[in-house]
């Protein structure tokens, strides 16, 4: 055979290669060097901007494996590779699919011609990948009272988009959104220079929490998302994986529960400590308090006996200042009878009156199998953001009951000056003891996993709106209808501007007198 000749059948094996990867006739394979093929890739127009979803976890559809991830920008899906007996690259020939973001170095390449592609039209998709925010943005937010327009048509404001429930994990939602409004804490996790860098004890699958949270937060304020919603599933993911299948996405639980684990978690996953300044989680919820305690005498015991034994150390009333993250309110059991109309009328009790737990004077008794002991508590440090924690539910050996009384509440000016200890350098620490309610999380339904629902009730703080948010479902909504709720988590940020005027505050005192 003559060279000519074999150049030519080289020339057809190369043209039925061509054939092969691509379908389109009009295909001409380009072997100029002198032209630039990352700059100028033919496949940009068949990315499919609509169908892209970075919310999920990062791992191949075929192999499951977390090495190594591309995102096809044409369908959307997972592979892992990109090298020739790879599942991406399989993919390209037999799909025709061609453009493809590493989902770790956000570098995209065209298969399977293997070349990168460097276009400045594609920064929006690596930017929804992994949004980022300047200290000049951040500041804006408290400002920012603009809608943003997503990819799919759909108007939002950043930070109030609906979260995907995945199954049953509503009550996971409610939380997660209240925490992103938290201003402190929203600041804090936007920037993710402020945790990356944060050493933990080998081993310690903790600090994955804060990287998740991290990640959700920026999502949930990115001005420049593609949809108008945000699905939590890493999040999830994670809180299952550190809470040791304790919380799980497909069984409902119980938001104060999942409160109380999460703060600490995510306070051991910044290094955090028992010192007071060692997170911004202790930083911005973590207040103090003294319990005052002592134990009650039996009834049968003589009048002679019981009088030596209040005399010993064990009867005496013992004081013990304690931090804490947020406070339990017990709601008055709801009354038995139905009233003269024959109906059962919703009880209602003030705030003030369950607060009044907190005042240092009113005592309760809490009973053991073994013994009863009576605490009184007055607080002696008022945190930033204040939790608090309305008991609703109780559980006995058959089943879980709930009280439906509706707690009234101012929702903004509610003063917690008589709460606080009477000692003078208590007093003198605290120049500003007013809160306004920001986030209102609600129990619709009954009692029990899976029967009830959980709704949010979050401001807006650039705006000064209420909206309403359950799980997708975003709609704006009026104050006055926030207090006729069934309240079972607040969150109350403390006003330390010079608003604290005395005819707008409500002293926990006066609402008290107002509540008789």
Same mark, same amino acid.
């Given at each position: 055979?003559?060279?000519?000749?074999?150049?030519?059948?080289?020339?057809?094996?190369?043209?039925?290669?061509?054939?092969?990867?691509?379908?389109?006739?009009?295909?001409?394979?380009?072997?100029?060097?002198?032209?630039?093929?990352?700059?100028?890739?033919?496949?940009?127009?068949?990315?499919?901007?609509?169908?892209?979803?970075?919310?999920?976890?990062?791992?191949?559809?075929?192999?499951?494996?977390?090495?190594?991830?591309?995102?096809?920008?044409?369908?959307?899906?997972?592979?892992?590779?990109?090298?020739?007996?790879?599942?991406?690259?399989?993919?390209?020939?037999?799909?025709?699919?061609?453009?493809?973001?590493?989902?770790?170095?956000?570098?995209?390449?065209?298969?399977?011609?293997?070349?990168?592609?460097?276009?400045?039209?594609?920064?929006?998709?690596?930017?929804?990948?992994?949004?980022?925010?300047?200290?000049?943005?951040?500041?804006?937010?408290?400002?920012?009272?603009?809608?943003?327009?997503?990819?799919?048509?759909?108007?939002?404001?950043?930070?109030?988009?609906?979260?995907?429930?995945?199954?049953?994990?509503?009550?996971?939602?409610?939380?997660?959104?209240?925490?992103?409004?938290?201003?402190?804490?929203?600041?804090?996790?936007?920037?993710?220079?402020?945790?990356?860098?944060?050493?933990?004890?080998?081993?310690?699958?903790?600090?994955?929490?804060?990287?998740?949270?991290?990640?959700?937060?920026?999502?949930?304020?990115?001005?420049?998302?593609?949809?108008?919603?945000?699905?939590?599933?890493?999040?999830?993911?994670?809180?299952?994986?550190?809470?040791?299948?304790?919380?799980?996405?497909?069984?409902?639980?119980?938001?104060?529960?999942?409160?109380?684990?999460?703060?600490?978690?995510?306070?051991?996953?910044?290094?955090?400590?028992?010192?007071?300044?060692?997170?911004?989680?202790?930083?911005?919820?973590?207040?103090?308090?003294?319990?005052?305690?002592?134990?009650?005498?039996?009834?049968?015991?003589?009048?002679?006996?019981?009088?030596?034994?209040?005399?010993?150390? %064990? $009867? /005496?009333?013992?004081?013990?200042? +304690?931090?804490?993250? &947020?406070?339990?309110?017990?709601? *008055? @059991?709801?009354?038995?009878?139905?009233?003269?109309?024959?109906?059962?009328?919703?009880?209602?009790?003030?705030?003030?009156?369950?607060?009044?737990?907190?005042?240092?004077?009113?005592?309760? %008794? $809490? /009973?053991?199998?073994?013994?009863? +002991?009576?605490?009184? &508590?007055?607080?002696?440090?008022? *945190? @930033?953001?204040?939790?608090?924690?309305?008991?609703?539910?109780?559980?006995?050996?058959?089943?879980?009951?709930?009280?439906?009384?509706?707690?009234?509440?101012?929702?903004?000016?509610?003063?917690?000056?008589?709460?606080?200890?009477?000692?003078?350098?208590?007093?003198?620490?605290?120049?500003?003891?007013?809160?306004?309610?920001?986030?209102?999380?609600?129990?619709?339904?009954?009692?029990?996993?899976?029967?009830?629902?959980?709704?949010?009730?979050?401001?807006?703080?650039?705006?000064?709106?209420?909206?309403?948010?359950?799980?997708?479902?975003?709609?704006?909504?009026?104050?006055?209808?926030?207090?006729?709720?069934?309240?079972?988590?607040?969150?109350?940020?403390?006003?330390?501007?010079?608003?604290?005027?005395?005819?707008?505050?409500?002293?926990?005192?006066?609402?008290?007198?107002?509540?008789?």
């Amino acid at each position: 055979m003559s060279k000519s000749a074999a150049r030519s059948a080289e020339r057809k094996r190369k043209i039925a290669l061509v054939e092969e990867y691509d379908s389109d006739d009009d295909y001409e394979h380009v072997n100029d060097p002198l032209i630039d093929k990352s700059r100028s890739c033919p496949y940009l127009d068949t990315i499919k901007r609509s169908v892209l979803d970075f919310d999920f976890e990062k791992l191949c559809s075929v192999s499951l494996s977390h090495l190594n991830v591309y995102a096809c920008l044409v369908c959307g899906k997972y592979f892992q590779g990109r090298g020739q007996k790879s599942h991406a690259y399989t993919h390209s020939v037999q799909i025709n699919h061609r453009v493809y973001l590493n989902l770790h170095t956000l570098k995209f390449y065209c298969l399977p011609d293997n070349y990168e592609i460097k276009d400045s039209s594609l920064e929006d998709v690596t930017y929804v990948l992994k949004p980022t925010f300047t200290p000049a943005l951040i500041k804006q937010l408290n400002t920012n009272v603009k809608l943003f327009r997503a990819y799919d048509g759909t108007t939002y404001l950043p930070g109030i988009v609906g979260l995907n429930n995945i199954k049953a994990n509503d009550y996971c939602n409610v939380l997660l959104h209240a925490f992103v409004h938290v201003v402190p804490l929203r600041d804090y996790f936007l920037e993710e220079k402020n945790y990356i860098n944060i050493k933990l004890k080998p081993g310690n699958i903790i600090g994955l929490l804060a990287q998740r949270f991290g990640e959700l937060n920026r999502k949930m304020w990115n001005p420049r998302n593609f949809k108008a919603h945000v699905s939590p599933h890493e999040m999830l993911q994670s809180v299952v994986l550190c809470s040791k299948k304790r919380f799980q996405i497909t069984e409902q639980g119980d938001p104060v529960e999942f409160l109380a684990w999460f703060l600490n978690a995510l306070h051991a996953s910044l290094g955090g400590n028992k010192k007071r300044m060692s997170s911004i989680l202790s930083k911005t919820f973590q207040g103090k308090m003294k319990a005052f305690s002592r134990k009650v005498l039996p009834l049968d015991v003589p009048e002679r006996e019981r009088r030596e034994l209040m005399k010993t150390d %064990e $009867y /005496k009333e013992t004081c013990v200042e +304690t931090p804490f993250l &947020f406070l339990t309110l017990d709601i *008055p @059991p709801a009354p038995l009878f139905k009233d003269e109309l024959e109906q059962n009328i919703i009880p209602q009790v003030p705030l003030s009156t369950l607060l009044a737990k907190f005042d240092g004077v009113t005592e309760k %008794e $809490y /009973k053991t199998y073994k013994d009863s +002991t009576i605490k009184r &508590f007055e607080l002696t440090r008022l *945190p @930033p953001y204040l939790i608090i924690c309305i008991k609703r539910f109780t559980k006995n050996t058959f089943f879980i009951e709930k009280n439906r009384t509706i707690v009234n509440f101012p929702v903004k000016n509610i003063d917690f000056t008589d709460l606080l200890s009477k000692d003078p350098e208590v007093r003198a620490r605290h120049p500003h003891t007013t809160y306004d309610l920001m986030a209102n999380i609600v129990h619709d339904g009954e009692p029990g996993a899976g029967k009830g629902t959980y709704r949010l009730h979050v401001l807006h703080k650039a705006s000064q709106k209420w909206y309403e948010i359950q799980d997708l479902h975003v709609a704006d909504v009026l104050p006055q209808l926030i207090t006729l709720s069934e309240a079972y988590i607040q969150i109350w940020e403390l006003k330390t501007g010079n608003d604290k005027a005395g005819s707008t505050t409500n002293s926990v005192e006066e609402m008290r007198e107002s509540g008789k």
